[in-house]
């Protein structure tokens, strides 16, 4: 069908806790996920591509509005405001990259997981609304939103996201280009008697070599909902994932019955990372406390497909991050690479700078040389629609990448790893070339002060710059525990962090 070709439609399948390890085509020979693989096959996946926090509302948040964190003001998953009378839009005056979509004459539609407040609503610029009511669920009688009424879903909540997915590409006739969000809520707990048993029992001779039970973490969080049986829980994770396969696979295939896949960027990411007994602790960045920002919770799997357009059957280790994901989804759409608080920048952001990997921190380097508009409205992201495009590119050696989850701050080059605790620690270096697996900490160790001094400079200048004073992650005493009111001077005092 010609007419899908006018502009190119989007199709954005979100997991769900799943870390960057946990598919065939990363190098995991035990999991079973045939149609990852055969996307990765057909475009570039992204061995360093990081969330902007290392759990689901506020790396959700950032995904959607190109904005950290210590912007939009979603700091933990939302706990409180998801639905009813007290439900709260937490993204309310933060435009989103389905808006400018939707102004641009995509039909935009969700199927799936929103967490974002207000899940009964359609979020602005959506036609289409199929969403869970809160978060997290077992995977049958899931409470779910149809047409704007709550129910509890009887069947296996990851087929019926894509059967919702799928009526949804049944009613494009092609006159519009289309953008859908497909959001599972796999692989994300409960894993046991959860899962579809011919698909568990594929795992119940898997030895779980990709998953070493390390010695417990000093941090880990004490009775954790899933229980101490690491292998059953194991097989459900797994079991989860090649569910979830199994349906990218018929979103896939009707893609290309429909005539659409060669004119339809479809992208694969998760979320956030997650850790199955990683680091010695089972879970994401509120997998311990303190907050942890290791490399298992904060990486993630991405992948984009377009056959004819975007390379196949490449692995880039550019340094990416969530906050680069709306303005690389605007270039590609032909729109346009930023949106802030005044709509629609040009694809270079207005600074003349385009492509993640040739990210430096030019411009104002400071609050006190920020001029114009206060330095917190620009957005931090740069498209890297370069990469995708096969274009040349030069990628500098200061690329850095940062993550925040409340007062736990992550600065990231390709070598080394820098964590801060405010106010008073403990703090963390992870020298990457030497110490992949972040083993040794070298923050106090005396001949490491030097590059701990330099890369805290680093964080402390790019967080003055965009970090918004009046949601401040630095601030608020957010524990891992959820989110249960605005944050910032937008919680009129209230507490806004469970505890």
Request: hydrophobic share 35%; net charge negative.
């Amino acid at each position: 069908m010609e007419q899908f070709g006018r502009t190119p439609n989007i199709v954005f399948i979100l997991s769900d806790d799943q870390g960057a390890w946990a598919m065939g085509c990363a190098g995991n020979k035990e999991v079973k996920t045939p149609n990852l693989d055969r996307l990765a096959a057909t475009g570039m996946r992204f061995d360093n591509f990081f969330c902007a926090s290392p759990v689901c509302s506020p790396a959700r948040a950032s995904l959607m509005t190109g904005k950290i964190p210590s912007q939009h003001g979603v700091h933990d998953w939302i706990r409180e405001g998801n639905i009813g009378e007290r439900a709260v839009a937490y993204l309310q005056g933060h435009p989103t990259y389905a808006e400018t979509l939707a102004d641009n004459g995509y039909v935009c539609g969700l199927s799936g997981k929103w967490h974002l407040g207000d899940n009964r609503q359609a979020a602005p610029g959506f036609a289409f609304w199929y969403a869970h009511q809160t978060g997290g669920s077992p995977y049958y009688n899931a409470p779910m939103v149809r047409n704007g009424h709550c129910y509890d879903e009887p069947g296996y909540v990851t087929d019926v996201i894509t059967d919702e997915a799928l009526g949804f590409l049944d009613a494009q006739d092609g006159e519009k280009p289309f953008y859908l969000s497909v959001h599972y809520t796999a692989p994300h707990s409960p894993w046991v008697g959860n899962h579809p048993e011919e698909i568990v029992r594929l795992y119940d001779d898997c030895p779980f070599e990709s998953c070493p039970q390390e010695p417990k973490h000093p941090w880990t969080i004490p009775n954790p909902p899933w229980g101490d049986d690491w292998k059953a829980n194991l097989k459900g994770y797994f079991a989860a994932i090649t569910a979830m396969d199994l349906q990218i696979g018929r979103i896939l295939d009707k893609l290309e019955r429909m005539g659409a896949r060669e004119h339809t960027l479809v992208v694969f990411m998760s979320d956030n990372g997650f850790s199955c007994g990683q680091h010695g602790f089972w879970g994401k960045g509120n997998g311990t406390f303190p907050q942890n920002m290791y490399d298992s919770s904060v990486k993630v799997p991405a992948i984009f497909s377009h056959p004819g357009r975007i390379p196949e059957g490449v692995v880039s280790d550019a340094l990416l991050s969530a906050y680069d994901f709306m303005p690389t989804i605007l270039e590609y759409a032909g729109i346009g690479g930023r949106v802030g608080s005044d709509g629609i920048g040009g694809a270079d952001g207005g600074d003349g700078r385009s492509g993640a990997t040739d990210r430096s921190d030019g411009g104002p380097t400071s609050a006190a040389d920020a001029c114009g508009e206060p330095h917190y409205r620009s957005l931090p992201g740069h498209s890297f629609y370069p990469l995708l495009a096969g274009q040349p590119h030069e990628e500098r050696e200061d690329v850095v990448v940062y993550d925040e989850y409340g007062p736990v701050r992550m600065v990231r080059s390709k070598t080394w790893k820098y964590i801060h605790r405010y106010p008073y620690g403990p703090h963390e270096l992870y020298d990457l070339a030497a110490d992949p697996g972040e083993k040794r900490n070298l923050a106090y160790e005396h001949h490491s002060v030097e590059t701990m001094t330099a890369m805290k400079a680093k964080l402390d200048d790019w967080f003055v710059r965009y970090a918004d004073p009046a949601v401040d992650g630095s601030r608020e005493p957010v524990t891992g525990a959820g989110q249960i009111g605005l944050a910032g001077i937008r919680s009129g005092g209230k507490n806004a962090f469970a505890r």
